[in-house]
């Protein structure tokens, strides 16, 4: 039962998107993005953040604009 209600609280911190470490794999910063996607920094560094989460439209902005596939900007909610 422990071990349950440990991996039910690890799973709600994982982070939702990998904004974040695309960015440092690119050697991109928060601001750069902002600017190509016309966000401020506040918006982009609360997506990095997983503060709230960028919709569709946005994400697929940002994976244009990152020359990613949208899938890896995001996390799995399926179990392997």
Same mark, same amino acid.
């Given at each position: ?9 690890? $799973? !709600?911190? !994982? ?8 960015? $440092? !794999? ?8 902002? !600017? ?30 990152? +020359?990613? +596939? ?9 179990? +392997?």
């Amino acid at each position: 039962m422990y071990l349950c209600v440990l991996m039910s609280e690890l $799973k !709600e911190t !994982e982070p939702m998107n990998r904004i974040k470490k695309v960015l $440092k !794999e690119q050697g991109r910063t928060q601001t750069w993005l902002a !600017e190509q996607i016309g966000k401020s920094y506040v918006v982009v560094t609360n997506y990095c953040n997983n503060n709230t989460q960028p919709s569709i439209q946005v994400l697929t902005d940002i994976s244009q604009v990152l +020359d990613v +596939d949208i899938r890896e900007l995001l996390v799995s909610t399926k179990d +392997d």
